[in-house]
């Protein structure tokens, strides 16, 4: 169980393109989702939680306009990477917590997609 | 600031050796913690969690928290070159905090 699928798994495009991701929970229903980017042999950063049915929370630091989240069913989230730039290219992950598992207080487990790797050239 | 450290490796054992993971965390209130492994160029994969003091054992995976140290590791016991990828430590800490992970290399 818990599986969460992402697509694409790789873009490869040209600056000021706009990409968009799908984040889905298949097996699962995902009241919140997670979006996350990573750069070569760093961390994973939390860039934004997505809330079906309500607006994203950003983290700082993250330009809620360039990466447009939407989370319109229990099942499905999607970032929009708008006019995309080089500085942009990462690996972008998306996770969901499955509340089948782990313990009442929260603090799930999240599960995570399989990434996309973005190229901006 | 809220962190969470780990060793970033490379950790080199011998097949069938036992290796051990460490990771230690800032903020004292923390309830949940996870370990997850990432080959490289993929996504990570949940491997265990734990919420208690103590060991929590998996197959070949032992989750150990000491939350007064505020420390956990993970031991994987008869380690398989399969095993080769890098281990991320996460706590939950209001959202979830990843370490840089360690880098685990395992030899035939």
């Known amino acids: 169980g818990a599986v969460v699928s992402q697509h694409p798994s790789r873009v490869i495009c040209k600056s000021g393109t706009s990409v968009k991701i799908e984040c889905r929970s298949l097996?699962?229903?995902?009241?919140?989702m997670f979006w996350y980017r990573q750069f070569p042999k760093q961390s994973l950063m939390l860039m934004a939680t997505?809330?079906?049915?309500?607006?994203?929370?950003?983290e700082q630091g993250v330009e809620k306009d360039k990466f447009l989240i939407n989370h319109a069913s229990l099942t499905l989230s999607t970032l929009t990477v708008t006019s995309a730039h080089p500085e942009d290219s990462s690996f972008y992950i998306c996770?969901?917590?499955?509340?089948?598992?782990?313990?009442?207080?929260?603090?799930?487990?999240?599960?995570f997609g399989d990434g996309t790797r973005l190229s901006i050239l | 600031q809220k962190e969470v450290e780990q060793n970033s490796g490379p950790l080199s054992v011998p097949e069938g050796a036992i290796a051990s993971l460490n990771c230690t965390y800032s903020?004292?209130?923390?309830?949940?913690f996870f370990w997850y492994r990432q080959y490289s160029g993929k996504s990570p994969e949940l491997i265990m969690f734990?919420?208690?003091?103590g060991d929590k054992e998996d197959g070949r995976f032992t989750a150990q928290l000491n939350k007064a140290s505020q420390y956990v590791s993970l031991l994987i016991r008869d380690s398989q070159p399969s095993d080769s990828a890098t281990y991320l430590c996460?706590?939950?800490?209001?959202?979830?905090?990843f370490g840089k992970g360690t880098m685990l290399l395992v030899s035939p």
């Open positions: 996770s969901a917590r499955d509340l089948r598992q782990g313990a009442d207080f929260g603090g799930q487990p999240q599960h």
């Open positions: 097996d699962f229903q995902a009241t919140t």
């Open positions: 997505s809330n079906e049915g309500s607006k994203a929370t950003y």
């Open positions: 903020d004292r209130g923390s309830q949940s």
């Open positions: 734990i919420y208690s003091n």
């Open positions: 996460a706590v939950q800490m209001g959202t979830l905090t």
